[in-house]
């Protein structure tokens, strides 16, 4: 059974950074596809980034201040979020799926239970 589990989420300024984890057991990541999402209060989930074994993505919005990485031997993909902007808080999310779902539909399968980013001054 996959399970995934986030973690790195805080409290952060306007402009700054948090790197955050997502670390899964149960499988290996060459089977999966990881991805980023997050949900702002009021709003609903949205993608951010997806890593597959061979591709990266991002939406828009996130280009340029995002990075998604895969730290194989842990089983652990980050998230290392840059230049947050105000109201930019949101609790984010990690899912799991093949690519094909995950990466280009943004689906998943499986889901952790979220790390909360606040961004404020």
């Known amino acids: 059974q996959l399970q995934l589990v986030e973690s790195g989420g805080g409290l952060v300024q306007p402009g700054g950074s948090l790197r955050l984890s997502c670390a899964t057991s149960?499988?290996?990541?060459?089977?999966?596809?990881i991805g980023w999402f997050r949900q702002a209060p009021g709003k609903e989930r949205e993608a951010v980034s997806c890593?597959?074994?061979?591709?990266?993505y991002y939406v828009a919005s996130v280009k340029g201040r995002f990075i998604i990485t895969r730290e194989k031997a842990k089983n652990t993909v980050h998230l290392q979020i840059n230049n947050l902007k105000p109201g930019g808080t949101a609790v984010y999310y990690c899912?799991?799926?093949?690519?094909?779902?995950?990466?280009?539909?943004w689906g998943a399968g499986y889901w952790g239970q979220g790390t909360q980013v606040t961004v404020s001054s």
């Open positions: 890593i597959s074994t061979t591709d990266l």
């Open positions: 899912g799991a799926d093949v690519e094909q779902a995950l990466c280009r539909l």
């Open positions: 149960g499988v290996t990541l060459d089977s999966y596809a």
